[in-house]
């Protein structure tokens, strides 16, 4: 059984390629004019385009099912608003609001005179300002706390004289006689020994908007964006401003950015495809067959993306990357598709040698096609809705991209075939000589003669590329020092890789979804640079009945409680608690609160004392279903120390047994991803690697070169994983998307080389690489150099997600066609049994041994 080959799918798929091979070359005008009509009447789906735009930061790039969608669910139902008392921390959403950044230039103290005086110009500015004719301005829309609007307290303690007499101290200052965190408010603090102020290079103010009128609150926010980007030129202070909007609208205001690129692409994936399809011979010229064959891919990404646009499938910016991925695999098919042309004879009629390109390409061609769609089917099933619209559209582009090369490409290159057969000129169609005349000149020679071809084989003269790839190449790969040579090398490469696995980073920062010189970007530089000390506030809720009174038990969640406080990411000293603030109550009024009645009783006086812990308790009757205190983070610059804090606390909640106890925070919704993604990405290669060893098996007549495939795609996902660590590529959503299906691609040259070395007649296994090699190096050669090309104009996008894109596309490139014609071949010469005669004997032996 082990010698079986596997062919029993493969044979008859050829025979019906050949026949469809032979019917596109009798009947090629049809073939070529459908496709057209087909992609005018669907690309007229393309103006819906805007209206299909979906780009919701948190329905599309969080997981539809997080936890902390959950909590939040859970926080909205026990801790409703308060609109009359508004407590940033105790929001379960995040508000409508402006803010700014004004940063002391020239390292001078944001606290003295002349640089203070500039932020409140600038402030009083903000709060005049009026929008809709002058009749809504800040006091009309502002969040509210006892009928005053939430000011910037900062300003209030430094516009009174209370800091002249007693020093501001931090983080936390007495105003008022309440306890001001001001963590959040200002950045590059140096302090002395006993917490007093000495100076502060930055200071972040907030103008928070009520619960009104969207409408009236997205006009006021356009207006203060409006007054900030006019109003930018301060000699003292460096401005930075973001609003709530900002992020939701700097991503739809990008949705579209890849079209222009996307026709730059295919410009110099042209101009790179004309230039590899050069033939100095005037009839053999491929130069119009390169020009369509690219336009084939376009025209697959018109026909898929209308159709699904006229569907009503929503369009995420994570698709406008699918056409480039399209590109690589209709380059690569047209260059597969233009060597097997080359290899048929040229006096056969245009029917045959179509029949006999169709067997041998499209086969190969195929089994791409076919485990790229159902990866990409696969990954519909995935929590992230930009990763299901993602690879809807890539599935159906690949669809139709198969499609349009099997016809459209395939027509036009019968039709080539007929001009070539007629002995044409490539550019005027004139017939020409294909010999030299008698007295010509040079010049004639050059330009008006051609249709020469290689008289031994019947077939057309390779190119130097491919003979060199036959003559020096191919023989020096499998000399027995260098296959040692590429084997020592492919492990250094794989312990490379490995390592490198371990050092990639998670997680994404906010500026990475801003276009580099957006005040987006800017904003949240600033915030990482100057307010990084102190991350968000957290809430941490007793999420079920628990009897406060009963002091044991209370004790109990005191103790847990007081865990959290412990880790390295939390300030111990910046603590709000109802409950410990009650006890105090009870034991300044001498207070029983260990007994049920005498607790429940006094909490109302209490809350009238201090009304903001009212939010804090949901008291129905005389049962508290749920209450909350909060902890202060700090030291979270970067997102891998959110991944940290939010595992930590979360970890902290479980271990509690004295209640059942959540933690929570808005950004938590995002932070969700983190512990999706590595999950996601790792079953996404797996399911990858089973899809495409599945459709190997069934396709390619040798099950050990399958399983090669499958063993390629492992190695070639262990190096891109490596070197985007190398890169300063983060995993994310948004690159755990391109990574996850880059990788699928990795299956065009293991498949192609493996397809090639199996279906050799060759008699051994070095001479089947050479002969793989031979026939299919130049074109892998053409596909990976003509794609990395194309994609390289990403590399100056201002856009991260484009980069992201090109740095992995970059690497599934590089590397695998490295696996296609260094490793994969020599590879293979060292597992395959010996030359087809043994092999087959062997398989006669043990036919015969199972018969007795």
Same mark, same amino acid.
């Given at each position: 059984?082990?010698?079986?080959?596997?062919?029993?799918?493969?044979?008859?798929?050829?025979?019906?390629?050949?026949?469809?091979?032979?019917?596109?070359?009798?009947?090629?005008?049809?073939?070529?004019?459908?496709?057209?009509?087909?992609?005018?009447?669907?690309?007229?789906?393309? #103006?819906?385009?805007?209206?299909?735009?979906?780009?919701?930061?948190?329905?599309?790039?969080?997981?539809?099912?997080?936890?902390?969608?959950?909590?939040?669910?859970?926080?909205?139902?026990?801790?409703?608003?308060?609109?009359?008392?508004?407590?940033?921390?105790?929001?379960?959403?995040?508000?409508?609001?402006?803010?700014?950044?004004?940063?002391?230039?020239?390292?001078?103290?944001?606290?003295?005179?002349?640089?203070?005086?500039?932020?409140?110009?600038?402030?009083?500015?903000?709060?005049?300002?009026?929008?809709?004719?002058?009749?809504?301005?800040?006091?009309?829309?502002?969040?509210?706390?006892?009928?005053?609007?939430?000011?910037?307290?900062?300003?209030?303690?430094?516009?009174?004289?209370?800091?002249?007499?007693?020093?501001?101290?931090?983080?936390?200052?007495?105003?008022?006689?309440?306890?001001?965190?001001?963590?959040?408010?200002?950045?590059?603090?140096?302090?002395?020994?006993?917490?007093?102020?000495?100076?502060?290079?930055?200071?972040?103010?907030?103008?928070?908007?009520?619960?009104?009128?969207?409408?009236?609150?997205?006009?006021? /926010?356009?207006?203060?964006?409006?007054?900030?980007?006019?109003?930018?030129?301060?000699?003292?202070?460096?401005?930075?401003?973001?609003?709530?909007?900002?992020?939701?609208?700097?991503?739809?205001?990008?949705?579209?950015?890849?079209?222009? /690129?996307?026709?730059?692409?295919?410009?110099?994936?042209?101009?790179?495809?004309?230039?590899?399809?050069?033939?100095?011979?005037?009839?053999?010229?491929?130069?119009?067959?390169?020009?369509?064959?690219?336009?084939?891919?376009?025209?697959?990404?018109?026909?898929?993306?209308?159709?699904?646009?006229?569907?009503?499938?929503?369009?995420?910016?994570?698709?406008?990357?699918?056409?480039?991925?399209?590109?690589?695999?209709?380059?690569?098919?047209?260059?597969?598709?233009?060597?097997?042309?080359?290899?048929?004879?040229?006096?056969?009629?245009?029917?045959?040698?179509?029949?006999?390109?169709?067997?041998?390409?499209?086969?190969?061609?195929?089994?791409?096609?076919?485990?790229?769609?159902?990866?990409?089917?696969?990954?519909?099933?995935?929590?992230?809705?930009?990763?299901?619209?993602?690879?809807?559209?890539?599935?159906?582009?690949?669809?139709?991209?198969?499609?349009?090369?099997?016809?459209?490409?395939?027509?036009?290159?019968?039709?080539?075939?007929?001009?070539?057969?007629?002995?044409?000129?490539?550019?005027?169609?004139?017939? #020409?000589?294909?010999?030299?005349?008698?007295?010509?000149?040079?010049?004639?020679?050059?330009?008006?003669?051609?249709?020469?071809?290689?008289?031994?084989?019947?077939?057309?003269?390779?190119?130097?590329?491919?003979?060199?790839?036959?003559?020096?190449?191919?023989?020096?790969?499998?000399?027995?020092?260098?296959?040692?040579?590429? #084997?020592?090398?492919?492990?250094?490469?794989?312990?490379?890789?490995?390592?490198?696995?371990?050092?990639?980073?998670?997680?994404?920062?906010?500026?990475?979804?801003?276009?580099?010189?957006?005040?987006?970007?800017?904003?949240?530089?600033?915030?990482?640079?100057?307010?990084?000390?102190?991350?968000?506030?957290?809430?941490?809720?007793?999420?079920?009945?628990?009897?406060?009174?009963?002091?044991?038990?209370?004790?109990?969640?005191?103790?847990?409680?007081?865990?959290?406080?412990?880790?390295?990411?939390?300030?111990?000293?910046?603590?709000?608690?109802?409950?410990?603030?009650?006890?105090?109550?009870?034991?300044?009024?001498?207070?029983?609160?260990?007994?049920?009645?005498?607790?429940?009783?006094?909490?109302?006086?209490?809350?009238?004392?201090?009304?903001?812990?009212?939010?804090?308790?949901?008291?129905?009757?005389?049962?508290?279903?749920?209450?909350?205190?909060?902890?202060?983070?700090?030291?979270?610059?970067?997102?891998?120390?959110?991944?940290?804090?939010?595992?930590?606390?979360?970890?902290?909640?479980?271990?509690?047994?004295?209640?059942?106890?959540?933690?929570?925070?808005?950004?938590?919704?995002?932070?969700?991803?983190?512990?999706?993604?590595?999950?996601?990405?790792?079953?996404?290669?797996?399911?990858?690697?089973?899809?495409?060893?599945?459709?190997?098996?069934?396709?390619?007549?040798?099950?050990?070169?399958?399983?090669?495939?499958?063993?390629?795609?492992?190695?070639?996902?262990?190096?891109?994983?490596?070197?985007?660590?190398?890169?300063?590529?983060?995993?994310?959503?948004?690159?755990?998307?391109?990574?996850?299906?880059?990788?699928?691609?990795?299956?065009?040259?293991?498949?192609?080389?493996?397809?090639?070395?199996?279906?050799?007649?060759?008699?051994?296994?070095?001479?089947?690489?050479?002969?793989?090699?031979?026939?299919?190096?130049?074109?892998?050669?053409?596909?990976? /150099?003509?794609?990395?090309?194309?994609?390289?104009?990403?590399?100056?996008?201002?856009?991260?997600?484009?980069?992201?894109?090109?740095?992995?596309?970059?690497?599934?490139?590089?590397?695998?066609?490295?696996?296609?014609?260094?490793?994969?071949?020599?590879?293979?010469?060292?597992?395959?049994?010996?030359?087809?005669?043994?092999?087959?004997?062997?398989?006669?032996?043990?036919?015969?041994?199972?018969?007795?």
């Amino acid at each position: 059984m082990g010698c079986r080959r596997t062919d029993c799918i493969s044979k008859p798929l050829s025979g019906l390629f050949g026949k469809l091979g032979s019917t596109v070359g009798s009947y090629p005008f049809y073939f070529f004019v459908f496709p057209i009509f087909l992609s005018a009447a669907l690309g007229g789906g393309f #103006i819906f385009l805007n209206d299909r735009a979906d780009n919701d930061l948190e329905r599309q790039f969080t997981p539809r099912k997080g936890p902390s969608k959950v909590t939040r669910a859970f926080v909205r139902e026990n801790f409703p608003y308060n609109d009359s008392m508004f407590s940033e921390d105790r929001l379960y959403d995040k508000p409508d609001f402006a803010s700014l950044i004004a940063v002391a230039r020239d390292n001078l103290n944001i606290l003295d005179g002349l640089a203070f005086e500039d932020i409140i110009r600038l402030n009083n500015r903000i709060l005049n300002m009026t929008v809709d004719n002058g009749r809504l301005g800040f006091t009309d829309l502002c969040a509210k706390v006892n009928g005053e609007c939430v000011s910037n307290v900062i300003l209030d303690i430094l516009s009174s004289n209370e800091t002249e007499s007693h020093g501001l101290t931090y983080p936390t200052y007495t105003y008022r006689s309440s306890s001001v965190f001001l963590g959040s408010v200002l950045g590059g603090v140096v302090t002395d020994g006993s917490s007093s102020v000495r100076s502060a290079q930055a200071m972040k103010l907030f103008y928070f908007l009520g619960n009104h009128d969207a409408e009236a609150s997205k006009l006021w /926010l356009k207006g203060f964006k409006a007054l900030l980007s006019a109003d930018m030129d301060h000699k003292l202070i460096d401005v930075s401003y973001y609003t709530s909007k900002s992020k939701q609208e700097e991503i739809d205001s990008h949705t579209t950015d890849g079209i222009p /690129l996307f026709l730059i692409t295919y410009a110099c994936a042209i101009t790179f495809s004309v230039i590899s399809c050069l033939r100095m011979d005037n009839v053999r010229n491929k130069v119009w067959v390169a020009v369509f064959g690219v336009l084939s891919s376009g025209l697959a990404v018109l026909s898929s993306f209308g159709l699904l646009l006229y569907i009503g499938v929503p369009f995420v910016i994570t698709v406008a990357n699918s056409p480039f991925l399209i590109l690589g695999i209709g380059l690569n098919n047209m260059f597969i598709m233009v060597s097997d042309w080359q290899h048929t004879h040229v006096k056969d009629p245009v029917p045959d040698r179509m029949a006999h390109a169709y067997k041998e390409a499209i086969m190969s061609i195929t089994i791409t096609a076919l485990t790229d769609v159902l990866k990409f089917f696969i990954g519909v099933t995935s929590d992230f809705p930009s990763v299901q619209s993602f690879c809807l559209y890539t599935s159906t582009s690949i669809i139709f991209c198969y499609i349009y090369t099997i016809t459209f490409f395939g027509a036009f290159l019968a039709l080539n075939g007929r001009r070539e057969g007629s002995n044409r000129h490539w550019l005027t169609c004139m017939k #020409i000589p294909s010999d030299k005349p008698d007295g010509s000149s040079r010049m004639y020679n050059i330009c008006c003669v051609g249709g020469d071809y290689d008289k031994s084989t019947g077939a057309e003269k390779k190119q130097p590329a491919s003979n060199f790839f036959k003559d020096y190449y191919g023989p020096f790969l499998i000399k027995p020092w260098v296959k040692g040579a590429v #084997i020592f090398l492919y492990v250094a490469y794989l312990a490379a890789s490995i390592y490198g696995c371990f050092d990639i980073q998670q997680g994404i920062e906010l500026y990475d979804l801003a276009a580099d010189n957006s005040h987006v970007t800017r904003f949240n530089r600033k915030d990482r640079e100057y307010f990084s000390d102190y991350g968000p506030s957290v809430m941490v809720i007793v999420s079920e009945p628990f009897p406060y009174w009963d002091k044991t038990k209370r004790l109990q969640l005191q103790a847990c409680m007081e865990d959290f406080r412990t880790p390295q990411f939390v300030d111990k000293d910046i603590y709000t608690s109802w409950l410990d603030s009650y006890l105090s109550y009870g034991q300044e009024n001498h207070l029983n609160l260990d007994e049920k009645d005498v607790f429940l009783k006094n909490l109302s006086p209490f809350f009238e004392l201090f009304p903001f812990f009212k939010q804090d308790v949901n008291l129905t009757g005389d049962v508290i279903y749920a209450s909350r205190v909060f902890v202060q983070t700090v030291d979270i610059n970067s997102a891998g120390m959110e991944i940290k804090m939010l595992g930590g606390l979360k970890s902290i909640a479980s271990d509690c047994s004295a209640a059942s106890l959540s933690v929570y925070n808005q950004e938590f919704i995002f932070y969700d991803q983190y512990s999706v993604v590595v999950k996601t990405t790792i079953k996404n290669v797996i399911v990858i690697t089973a899809v495409m060893l599945a459709v190997s098996l069934l396709l390619i007549p040798n099950p050990l070169c399958s399983l090669g495939v499958a063993c390629s795609i492992g190695s070639v996902t262990a190096g891109v994983t490596g070197f985007m660590a190398l890169w300063d590529v983060s995993l994310d959503s948004i690159s755990m998307i391109i990574f996850s299906i880059c990788i699928g691609f990795t299956v065009d040259f293991s498949a192609h080389v493996s397809y090639a070395f199996v279906s050799s007649k060759k008699p051994t296994a070095d001479q089947k690489a050479i002969e793989a090699l031979s026939n299919l190096g130049y074109p892998i050669l053409q596909g990976a /150099l003509s794609t990395i090309v194309g994609v390289s104009v990403l590399a100056t996008c201002e856009f991260n997600t484009f980069r992201t894109f090109f740095k992995i596309f970059f690497l599934v490139m590089l590397i695998g066609m490295i696996h296609g014609l260094v490793f994969i071949p020599v590879m293979l010469t060292a597992v395959t049994c010996g030359s087809e005669e043994k092999q087959r004997d062997k398989c006669e032996t043990q036919e015969k041994v199972s018969k007795l």
